[in-house]
T-cell receptor, first 113, second 110 residues
């Protein structure tokens, strides 16, 4: 069956521009997670959705970062006024209910020039 | 200090070797543990769960020691295809967010 998909696969933007990253979880998975992987920091949790609500946003690094999920399915991560330190691979994962195995998407590679 | 710490690596081993990775975690509230594998420029994929009783999957054996807050992964008879980064992961079961170690790179040479 279809796995987690993310778009775009690569994004190059200029410092100060806004970007939107999209995640399509596995159908029927109620839990959705965003993580970020950068060279200096490794893999870090950003935000967790259960359905359309986000009970844990503790990993969002600043108020430039926001995320939403609609219809209990697709999620978008928005980064406003991008900075060079935002360059990283942004990974989305989903799981059936939040306590099971998480399945990762291929990620979006973001480069801020 | 990171909540999950791993051997820095890289590990360079010949085919057929046995290699062991170690990991420690600092949060005693952590309830579940996993090893994930990540190939170059790919997403992480679950390798195996880790239990106190130990668990084995073919050439792979994982062990958890809660008293020492220590996790291990043993790979026997290494294959070229085992070359990857191995990520030690803990979960506090508060929504299931994964806490990753920095990863250990393994390179298996012919």
């Amino acid at each position: 069956g279809a796995g987690v998909s993310q778009s775009p696969s690569n994004k190059v933007t200029e410092k100060g521009k806004d970007v939107e990253l999209r995640c399509d979880p596995i159908s029927g998975h109620t839990a959705l997670y965003w993580y970020r992987q950068s060279l200096g920091q490794g893999l870090e949790f950003l935000i967790y959705f259960q359905g359309n609500s986000a009970p844990d946003k503790s990993g969002l690094p600043s108020d430039r970062f926001s995320a939403e999920r609609t219809g209990g399915s697709v999620s978008t991560l928005t980064i406003q006024r991008t900075q060079q330190e935002d360059s990283a691979v942004y990974l989305c994962a989903s799981s059936p209910g939040g306590r099971e195995t998480q399945y990762f998407g291929p990620g979006t590679r973001l480069l801020v020039l | 200090r990171k909540e999950v710490e791993q051997d820095p690596g890289p590990f360079n081993v010949p085919e057929g070797a046995t290699v062991a990775f170690n990991c420690t975690y600092s949060n005693s509230a952590s309830q579940s543990f996993f090893w994930y594998r990540q190939d170059c420029r790919k997403e992480p994929k679950l390798l195996m769960s880790v239990y106190s009783s130990g668990n084995e999957d073919g050439r792979f054996t994982a062990q958890l020691n809660r008293a020492s807050q220590y996790i291990s992964l043993l790979i026997r008879d290494s294959k070229l295809s085992d070359s990857a980064t191995y990520l030690c992961v803990s979960v506090r079961n508060q929504g299931g967010k994964l806490i990753f170690g920095q990863g250990t790179e393994l390179s298996v040479k012919p």
